[in-house]
């Protein structure tokens, strides 16, 4: 793994796609053991999700149903903690298990506001599964009830996370290299 260059910052790696898939099959195996005789929603939350949700399906061995929706609340490399819905749920969730599937959690504001979007629906369960949490900024006080792996406070990009557009394709993760 060598450092990338994207549009004007550079990025060095930081975890290796091997890593990242037993992180990613430990979660699906984990969320199938609780739920081996139901058959969850899982909603992904676009578009950072893309390549988690499908490596997460794969791994998944029990009966499921998908749907996805698109938040987004990131500018180049800074959250501006303002959340914007720009799709909703497209499946009836009505005394479903739903469990929303993330690629990162960083401050948390987009899924406080997915809580206050889902809190009013009659759902049986909600869930929240995270391939990355960046535990040293997420301060919220609701619970992420499995996470993959911890990272450090750093802008990363690669496997669907991207910067202004680019990086998406990158299946290892890479962090902004400091000056
Ligand atoms: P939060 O609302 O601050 O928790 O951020 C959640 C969303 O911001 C994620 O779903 C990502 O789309 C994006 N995001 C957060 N941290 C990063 C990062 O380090 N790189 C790229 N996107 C990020």
Do not use: W
């Not at 990025?11 to 053991?33: G, R």
């Not at 739920?35 to 999700?49: C, D, Q, R």
């Not at 497209?90 to 997915?114: A, Q």
């Not at 809190?119 to 049986?124: A, D, I, R, S, W």
């Amino acid at each position: 793994m060598s450092q990338i260059v994207i549009h004007d910052k550079t990025f060095i790696p930081l975890i290796k796609n091997e890593e990242i898939q037993k992180a990613v099959s430990k979660i699906a195996l984990t969320i199938n053991e609780q739920y081996k005789n139901e058959t969850p929603i899982f909603v992904g939350v676009l578009s950072g999700v893309f390549m988690f949700f499908s490596d997460f399906l794969k791994n998944y061995p029990g009966k499921c149903e998908v749907s996805f929706l698109k938040l987004s609340s990131y500018d180049g490399t800074q959250s501006t903690g303002n959340v914007t819905t720009e799709l909703d749920i497209s499946t009836d969730i009505t005394n479903r298990h739903v469990i929303i599937l993330e690629d990162i959690v960083d401050t948390g504001n987009t899924l406080e506001k997915l809580y206050q979007l889902l809190k009013n629906k009659p759902v049986k369960s909600l869930k929240v599964a995270s391939l990355f949490l960046k535990p040293d900024v997420f301060k919220k006080d609701f619970q992420i009830d499995y996470v993959g792996i911890c990272i450090p406070n750093k802008f990363v990009v690669g496997y669907g996370l991207d910067y202004n557009g680019l990086g998406r394709n990158y299946t290892n993760l890479y962090q902004l290299k400091e000056d």
